[in-house]
């Protein structure tokens, strides 16, 4: 296959051919420099690598009504929260089913990962595991204690099967706790996360000591808290879409004007749908309905860019000839390629290359996707 158009990656978007085979890029240069091929497909639109959907929570993909009109804390609030309910009574198999098809609606969407912070402790953490088998998108997990007082042993054995720790908040954990998991964490090179100024604003003095190297929502947050967060060297994961329904918004404009290293994430499943590209979509608009505008490229990297830094893996968001990362290729025009992909891209447009098999009808079936 052989697209001309534009490259949009973590060197910027550019004018470029890009030649494909079997799913991996094989050769890019200027456009009306490209050798011969004889018979070849001819595309006309961008290239991207595969995104990162920076925060997601899929054990309560398992939901299947429109969530109860209620508080931030009766929805989402550990451990009695609608969603904490709903976990506790759902089966296994059924948490697994419904994670395993959103992990599926990803693969479709192009998706090459998920960050997802499972509750249950180390039960969630192999439910998910198993539910990721054969999905087609790989699920960095982020696991939580569930036992009370937080016990070393369980903190130790979620790490055995886990990525790392992602806690709920400071307000929820003391910095004993706090200090204990990220030491833990450190000592097995495993991740550090937790969320923050997601419901009040809280310090960033708190929510830094010890430092994450993940904070998730911000949305309470000010611009000064934003620089402190830069200068920690520690990410964000936005989900602009989950933030809206509880009427807040993250500073988009303001993270990108500070320099903030953000990824973009999606949050609860039962809430809304995984797709990285309505996210985005959804973000460009309400930044400026704010008054807030974050750039096209700025949103374009925090699905396709940041993320892979953040997991130490930057090379899976350059496009060079025999390079790790895997193509996308979209059918738009490719004079404006963030903007394009920000505000149009979906799943529809896209061309598959010989590396994407989506799922078969036979392997799925209505409420889920078949053990």
């Known amino acids: 296959m052989l697209v001309e158009g534009a490259i949009l990656d973590a060197d910027g978007a550019r004018p470029s051919y890009v030649r494909i085979e079997h799913g991996i890029v094989v050769e890019t240069g200027t456009i009306g420099t490209e050798s ?13 690598p595969s995104p990162i959907n920076g925060h997601t929570h899929l054990g309560d993909a398992v939901s299947t009504r429109e ?18 309910r709903l976990l506790a ?24 990962v998920t960050v997802d912070f499972r509750e249950e402790g180390e039960t969630g ?20 204690p569930v036992g009370q007082p937080r016990e070393s042993a369980e903190i130790e054995r979620i790490l055995e099967v886990a990525d790392g720790i992602g806690l709920s908040s400071c307000r929820e954990e003391s910095a004993d706790v706090r200090h204990e998991v990220a030491a833990v964490c450190r000592a097995r090179r495993k991740f550090y996360a937790l969320h923050a100024s997601e419901e009040v604003r ?21 611009p000064s808290d934003l620089e402190q967060v830069r200068d920690a060297g520690t990410s964000i994961a936005v989900c602009p879409r989950s933030n809206a329904l509880f009427g807040r918004r993250p500073l988009l404009g303001a993270m990108e004007r500070a320099g903030n290293r953000v990824l973009l994430g999606t949050d609860n499943a039962m809430l809304q749908s995984p797709s990285i590209w309505r996210e985005l979509e959804f973000a460009y608009v309400t930044s400026r309905l704010f008054r807030d505008p974050a750039s096209a490229m700025f949103l374009a990297r925090a699905a396709l860019v940041e993320p892979w830094r953040w997991l130490g ?7 060079v000839a025999g390079g790790p990362a895997v193509p996308l290729v979209f059918r738009l025009p490719p004079e404006d390629p963030a903007y394009q992909i920000v505000t149009r891209a979906a799943e529809y447009l896209m061309v598959p290359t010989a590396s994407r098999a989506a799922p078969t009808a036979e392997s799925e079936r209505a409420g889920g996707i078949d053990e």
């Open 202 to 222: 809280e310090p960033p003095e708190v929510y830094l000591d010890p430092r994450p190297d993940l904070v998730v929502h911000l949305t309470w947050a000010e």
């Open 36 to 48: 011969t091929r004889g018979k070849e497909r001819k595309i006309h639109g961008i290239v991207t």
């Open 89 to 112: 009574e759902a089966k296994p198999a059924e948490k697994r089913r419904a994670m395993r098809a959103a992990l599926h609606r990803m693969r479709q969407e192009g998706i090459a």
């Open 313 to 319: 893996e930057e090379e899976r968001s350059h496009l």
């Open 125 to 144: 953490v192999r439910e998910l595991r198993r539910a990721a088998e054969g999905a087609g998108v790989r699920a960095v997990i982020l696991g939580r």
């Open 67 to 84: 969530p109860p009109n209620v508080s931030f804390s009766e929805l989402v609030a550990p451990p009695s929260g609608y969603k904490f």
